[in-house]
């Protein structure tokens, strides 16, 4: 069988090693063609794995010494310890051993730790950190939200090209909405990357673009692919997180309020718990960080074990649909290092 490998972070999270644990079991069980290094401090994996059944011939321990902390500067880091869990696992990647890495720990070594170790597609200008998010209207991509705060036009059209792909590819939706995250909906508006990035978008072949797209709009599915630079979208994602763990809170505060809102709140129970899990981040795994020789996916650092499986899952899907190989072809990349 052609495997799906994938090298997982056992170390990186707040609640590591037991919740990375579980969820590289939970998607083994799901999925025959993975095939999964957990790579971290061989003891603790262990610990963690005592009294599980796996399959042994498709789960394997790297182990790893040392561990990058989330507050750690990551240049570094990444260039001093040499036998941490993020090295380790991106080295895997870039050797051709695995054909992804997944991490709960720092972002700022998976993004430097990405291009430096694992190394950019060439044409690829700045790779974009690109999760999938839940709305009203279906999942949809935000990209960029964390690795690149000052992009350039040219890179947010090459944003843009990636997330319709990707969404298309990997997603299954048929000529996804690309939208620019904006201020308002008329041309004139918006900051000079904003208005620089426009045209280019409008003139672009391949690609369903839609115009601009507002923040308020984002939650009820206007778009399928919003394309923004990474401080935008950062703001975006995190405004987003908070505005619906709040939502949430308020929702079981009032239902806990009094005799007769208790007993409401097992009535409509079941139809809260399906409407939440729609709108839960963790359905849809981590951040893919795309545009690399090889893919990276940054889950959030306090994932559970769902959320570890559906980001190894994610990269499942990513090898089957030759993502990478579709950025190539399709992209017409040119390697301006050659050409300059």
């Known amino acids: 069988m052609d495997y799906v490998k994938v090298a997982v972070d056992a170390m990186g999270g707040d609640n590591a090693p037991e919740a990375v644990v579980r ?12 095939q999964v290094t957990l790579v971290g401090r061989e003891e603790e994996i262990r610990a963690a794995l005592k009294d599980c059944s796996y399959p042994e011939d498709r ?24 036998d941490s869990s993020i090295v380790k696992g991106m080295k895997l990647v870039k050797s051709g051993e695995c054909d992804a890495f997944v991490t709960a720990g720092s972002s700022g070594a998976a993004l430097v730790g990405g291009q430096v170790l694992v190394g950019r597609i060439k044409g690829i200008e700045r790779p974009p950190f690109a999760p999938v998010l839940p ?41 996804p909405r ?15 990357l904003v208005k620089e990035t426009m045209p280019l978008l409008r003139a672009l072949d391949g690609i369903n673009f839609i115009g601009s797209v507002e923040a308020r709009d984002i939650p009820s599915g ?13 703001m975006i994602l995190k405004t987003y997180e908070g505005t619906a763990a709040m939502l949430l809170g308020e929702i079981k505060k009032a239902l806990l309020s009094g005799t007769r809102a208790k007993l409401g ?29 090889g ?8 994932a559970g074990a769902i959320e570890i499986q559906h980001a190894i899952e994610q990269c499942a899907e990513w090898k089957e ?16 290092t050659a050409v300059n």
Do not use: W
């Open 321 to 336: 649909k030759k993502v990478n190989d579709q950025f190539r072809t399709r992209m017409k990349l040119v390697d301006r």
């Open 265 to 293: 709140g097992l009535l409509i129970k079941p139809a809260i718990k399906k409407t939440m899990k729609k709108f839960s981040a963790s359905t849809y795994g981590g951040a893919p960080m795309l545009g690399l020789n």
């Open 135 to 175: 709305s009203a209207g279906g999942p949809f991509l935000l990209i960029d939200c964390g690795a690149n705060v000052d992009a350039r036009a040219s890179q947010l059209v090459q944003f843009a090209q990636m997330g319709s792909i990707y969404m298309e590819s990997v997603v299954g939706i048929r000529n």
């Open 295 to 302: 893919l990276v996916v940054k889950a959030h650092g306090n």
């Open 59 to 82: 789960l394997y321990i790297l182990h790893a010494s040392e561990v990058i902390e989330m507050a750690e500067p990551p240049v570094r880091a990444i260039s001093t310890k040499k």
């Open 178 to 192: 690309v939208a620019l995250a904006n201020i308002g909906a008329e041309e004139e508006k918006g900051n000079a």
């Open 23 to 34: 969820g590289a079991l939970q998607a083994l069980a799901s999925r025959e063609q993975l």
């Open 222 to 234: 206007a778009a399928d692919v919003v394309v923004c630079d990474a401080f935008t979208g950062n």
